[in-house]
């Protein structure tokens, strides 16, 4: 999987779209869900094949845009830091490490721990082809103590998907278009986390069973991200 052949700028642009209604964040844009030939994010380690000039040149990719791309930027320096821990190279890190700097951004530091939980919990919740969905957001606006980045969750059955080809993009982006939208994701919402949002898409047939849910993934991710937002049931 070679990024110059693959996942390269064009990748990037293709993924991205400006909402007409999104008026609430300048600049926003509306990151739509990768395709999962492309990262598959139900592997601990979704880019453990790339070499290492690939891990550099995908972050800068994806930190070096109108709007950044954090998550994956974060599964990339993430997988960085995996390496250095097992022997790996340490200046691939600190190059990674200086991306962010330099964007001034910052790497998502519960996202591996949330990941974890997540697929934790499905393995202990009914999957099915149903047609509703929970649905993860990043949330900008925290401090240092609060890791700097909040989760919204959310549920969804809708069935107007308008330009999209699933339920949580097609929510999600009404939710920053301001329509029945969360305020904290209204006006300071960041991207779709899809690598949490894979593992929750299409589980439920009923209102009361996705909402039992919602609340549920909603608790599981208390313990490993200091702000979890959106509603519960319990």
């Known amino acids: ?4 052949n693959l996942l390269n700028e064009k990748w990037f642009s293709d993924l991205e779209i400006e909402l007409p209604g999104d008026v609430h964040v ?10 999962s030939d492309d990262i598959d994010f139900s592997k ?10 690939e891990l550099r040149e995908f972050c800068k990719l994806a930190l070096l ?3 950044s791309a954090i998550e994956l930027a974060t599964l990339i320096y993430d997988e960085a830091k995996h390496r250095v821990d097992i022997g790996g ?19 998502i ?8 939980a997540l697929k934790e919990k499905t393995k202990y919740s009914r999957t099915t082809d149903g047609n509703a969905s929970v649905y993860f957001v990043l949330v900008s606006g925290f401090t240092e103590t609060n890791q700097y980045y909040g989760c919204y969750v959310g549920q969804t059955m809708t069935t107007q998907l308008d330009i999209f080809s699933d339920s949580q993009s097609a929510r999600i982006a009404k939710h920053f278009a301001g329509i029945r939208a969360a305020t904290s994701v209204k006006t300071r919402g960041i991207e779709p986390l899809w690598s949490l949002n894979h593992f929750t898409l299409n589980i439920a047939d009923t209102r009361e069973e996705i909402e039992n849910l919602e609340t549920s993934f909603h608790r599981s991710l208390e313990p490993v991200v200091p702000r979890v937002l959106g509603d519960t049931n319990d």
């Open 1 to 4: 999987m070679a990024v110059s």
């Open 26 to 35: 300048p600049d926003r844009i509306f990151r739509c869900r990768p395709n």
């Open 44 to 53: 601990p380690r979704p880019f453990k094949k790339f070499k290492t000039n």
């Open 65 to 67: 845009r109108p709007w």
């Open 89 to 107: 190279s340490e200046e691939t890190f600190q190059i990674i490490t200086t991306l962010f700097k330099q964007t001034e951004n910052v790497p």
């Open 109 to 116: 530091p519960w996202l591996t721990n949330a990941r974890k």
